[in-house]
């Protein structure tokens, strides 16, 4: 028990030092000209203060470095600030002149580079049902930096609403920190991965007060390519020697950015516009297309977050059939949402219309003469 409350009272204090560094840091973003200027596809009307992510990075960073020497290596815990490090400068310097896509692209393939070969930190094996040990060898390589590219990008493009992204990082790190902690008991991963999460989600918990609608800073691309790096890193602990639950798990909890990143780059292609290309059919926009407050948008979001969150836990207590059953029905109910607020375009929804064909005898009368007229 007194283990346990050492290890809590360090963790609150790792919250108060972000939520101390946060006014500070809003204002070196004025200062530094790490300002948001509202345009066509921004949510905010008035000019605000962005990078807020840097009071995430510096409470983890003298948090894992000094506050836990005990439990977490130095050489475990130099890494991660220095990886991390690199996405949080390419996010800054984006926060201040506003790189383009590739430019940002190049800072976290660096940081994905050092977690490989000097971190040297890989998904290595697979297990697959019914065949068993499958070794990634030099695959291991390309499909790690994949994994932290894509799940980087995806908190990063849902950062469009006050505490947003933030928000949808405290549900995945409570989530994937429960995980975590559950999986060190067992001795299947290390006590450190859990308790880096856990200092991760404290950090975040501080600056939250700030970001939340209506919020006075920014996370900023320093902030959200952050979260997005180390919620893929710290997942990537658990699939060193992936299962197929391990695997799906930290997929499932990240449903919400994971989505609308996918079907964003579908709308794209579809659209046939570059995949990099902003629009404003994202979730939160189309939410709010739909009527949605700012606030209300945000709140559903997080509703969404959580869904998923649980569906991850039960995982924890399923067979891999049963697992498998409860992600494609999650992925049924899932695209017909979807398709229900046009996420992929309006006029796009194969689902739908396939059931609206089975279950309305009109429709599928009409459906049926169009196909006529076309073949004459």
């Not at 899932?334 to 279950?359: R, S």
Request: glycine content about 6%.
């Amino acid at each position: 028990m007194d283990f346990l409350l050492k290890i809590a009272l360090r963790l609150f204090l790792t919250m108060i030092l972000a939520f101390l560094m946060t006014p500070l840091i809003k204002k070196l973003s004025l200062k530094i000209g790490a300002v948001d200027k509202p345009n066509s596809r921004r949510i905010n009307k008035v000019p605000m203060p962005t990078a807020g992510g840097l009071a995430i990075y510096i409470a983890f960073s003298i948090s894992i470095l000094f506050l836990f020497p005990d439990l977490i290596p130095f050489r475990y815990a130099i890494h991660l600030v220095i990886s991390s490090g690199i996405v949080v400068l390419t996010g800054l310097i984006d926060d201040i002149f506003e790189l383009k896509p590739r430019q940002k692209l190049i800072g976290v393939m660096i940081a994905a580079l050092y977690v490989c070969f000097v971190f040297d930190i890989t998904v290595s094996t697979i297990t697959l049902p019914h065949i068993g040990l499958v070794p990634l060898d030099w695959l291991s390589y390309p499909i790690t930096v994949l994994w932290i590219v894509g799940l980087t990008n995806a908190i990063n493009l849902v950062d469009g609403l006050d505490g947003l992204a933030s928000g949808i990082s405290i549900i995945a790190l409570t989530t994937i920190g429960i995980v975590g902690y559950v999986a060190s008991s067992t001795g299947a991963v290390q006590l450190q991965v859990p308790l880096a999460i856990f200092i991760l989600l404290m950090s975040v918990l501080g600056f939250f007060p700030f970001n939340f609608y209506p919020a006075k800073i920014f996370l900023g691309d320093t902030g959200a390519l952050q979260l997005g790096f180390l919620i893929s890193v710290l997942s990537i602990q658990g699939l060193k020697n992936a299962t197929f639950i391990t695997l799906i798990t930290p997929l499932i909890i990240l449903g919400v950015p994971i989505t609308d990143t996918l079907f964003a780059m579908i709308r794209r292609r579809l659209n046939k516009r570059p995949i990099s290309s902003a629009d404003k059919m994202h979730l939160h926009h189309r939410l709010i297309s739909l009527g949605f407050t700012h606030r209300g948008a945000v709140l559903a979001i997080y509703c969404m977050a959580l869904i998923f969150s649980i569906i991850a836990l039960l995982y924890m207590f399923t067979n891999t059939w049963a697992t498998i059953l409860l992600t494609i029905a999650c992925l049924f109910g899932l695209q017909i949402f979807i398709e229900m607020i046009g996420l992929t375009g309006v006029d796009k929804q194969p689902l739908l219309n396939a059931l609206k064909f089975l279950g309305n005898k009109a429709y599928r009368k009409e459906v049926l003469k169009k196909r006529e007229e076309k073949k004459k």
